[in-house]
Structures are given as C-alpha cells and as structure tokens.
C-alpha cells in the first residue's frame, strides 16, 4: 500500500511539474538603443508576453511586449497603448543561455539582455499560465485566447501597416471577420485583403480560415492583448499579389472612452 501512495505521489508531482514547466519565466537587463531598460516576460509554446521597464526605480515608462517564434527567432514588438497602438520597438531576437540575443528593426542595431534577478520585483508566475506584472498590481496576460472581438493593429519594421477586426452578430452568435494589410513601399501596390462572415468560432476563439478562391489557410490565435496569424497550407501568393502577406502579430487597439 505504501508502495502505491509512493508511485501515486510520484506521478502526480511528476505531472504537476510539466504542467508548471510549460510556461518558462525571464527577468533581462541591457540596453536597447542605447537606452538603459529591463523585461519581464512569460515565454509558452513560441509566444512572449510581458513587458518592458526603463531602468529606474520609479518605473514611470512601462511598454507592453509581444513576440512570436519564427524560425528560431522571436519577432518582437514593443509598445504602449495608453492613447492608441504605438510602436516603440521591433526587435528580432533569439534566447540563447537564458539571454535575449537579436538585432532591433530596422537599423539592426545589437541587442544583449542578461537575464537577472530582480530583488524588488514579485513574482511574475503568481498564477498558473499568466504573466503577473512584477511591479503593477493587479496587471496580468493570460496566456490563453481572451479577447476575441474588436480592432486588431499591425505594423512592421518597414512601416507596412494593417488590420484586423472582428465583430461578432447578436442574432446568431456567428463572426464577420476583415484583414486588411497595405503594400508597404516595395510591394507596388499588392496589398492583402480578406473578408469573411458567418464564421463560429469554437470558445477559446481560435481558428483556422481557408480562402475559398485560392486555397489558402491560415490560423488565428489570440492571447490576452493580441493575436498571432500563421499560414497553415497553400500559398498566399493566389490570393494576394507578390509579397503580401497577412502573418505576424496584431496587437489590440484598446477601447475608447
């Protein structure tokens, strides 16, 4: 019987410490352009959340980051959203020994964060699949799908900007979604549309779409404060002209008033 209870506590620690481990938690230090700052991130299946502090005790400056894995690199936005979408920083990074290694965009400027302890911060891992802000009370990024409806804002290192929304209909509980992404200066003119109604969306609000002129599929997952596009199958190429795309990270425009 003692044998038993042995193996049983054995396994359930076991899994409770898998469970814990899906999501790995970082404090870095260093500079970005210059500039004297430190992050406090949450990291889980390819996606960053969390945010960036000017170094200094008063951390009056706070910017949001959100970043995805791509190709063993994160693309990595930095921003505020107190009076709309600002875009402070694009960084293309990788985690390498702990440290935050990578370039910022576009000027490619080095960046090396050293990953640290941060005696006066709380703990960022409070609860379970959340990053907790070390130094705000009571802010917190779910790292799960959360918001769903609204205006969702792109933009990259080249200033290409686009759009996301989806608006949810009372009378039937179906979604009408719209993806709009300009040309940026390079791509003449090929901007990426997309418009589709009538889609149910399952309760996590994650979902795949697939253009039904050209075949090509996409997925949409959404975290606390944007969401992630992902080409799935098929080239994006007939449907949008040459270089368009509509992956990457859009952030949430927050709600007026």
Wanted: charged share 25%; with cysteine; net charge negative.
């Amino acid at each position: 019987m003692k044998a038993k209870c042995f193996i049983l506590l054995f396994v359930t620690t076991l899994s409770l410490q898998l469970f814990a481990g899906d999501m790995e938690y970082y404090f870095w230090k260093g500079k970005i352009n210059g500039s004297d700052v430190k992050l406090a991130c949450a990291v889980k299946d390819g996606v960053m959340t969390g945010e960036m502090f000017e170094d200094n005790v008063e951390y009056e400056a706070i910017y949001n980051v959100a970043g995805y894995e791509t190709d063993g690199m994160y693309d990595i936005r930095i921003y505020n959203d107190n009076d709309g979408v600002n875009f402070m920083y694009f960084m293309r990074c990788e985690i390498k020994g702990g440290d935050l290694i990578g370039i910022t965009q576009p000027d490619g400027n080095k960046v090396k964060m050293k990953k640290f302890k941060d005696k006066y911060a709380r703990p960022i891992n409070r609860e379970p699949g959340m990053y907790s802000s070390p130094y705000i009370e009571g802010k917190n990024f779910r790292m799960e799908g959360w918001d769903r409806g609204g205006r969702y804002l792109y933009e990259n290192p080249m200033h290409v900007k686009g759009e996301l929304t989806l608006w949810g209909s009372m009378n039937d509980d179906s979604y009408t979604l719209s993806i709009r992404r300009d040309s940026g200066p390079y791509n003449g003119g090929n901007d990426a549309l997309v418009d589709a109604s009538g889609l149910f969306l399952p309760d996590n609000g994650n979902f795949e779409y697939t253009i039904p002129y050209c075949g090509y599929t996409f997925s949409v997952k959404f975290y606390d404060h944007f969401l992630v596009i992902r080409s799935l199958f098929g080239p994006p190429s007939g449907c949008f002209g040459s270089g368009a795309a509509i992956t990457g990270i859009y952030i949430l425009e927050p709600a007026k008033g």
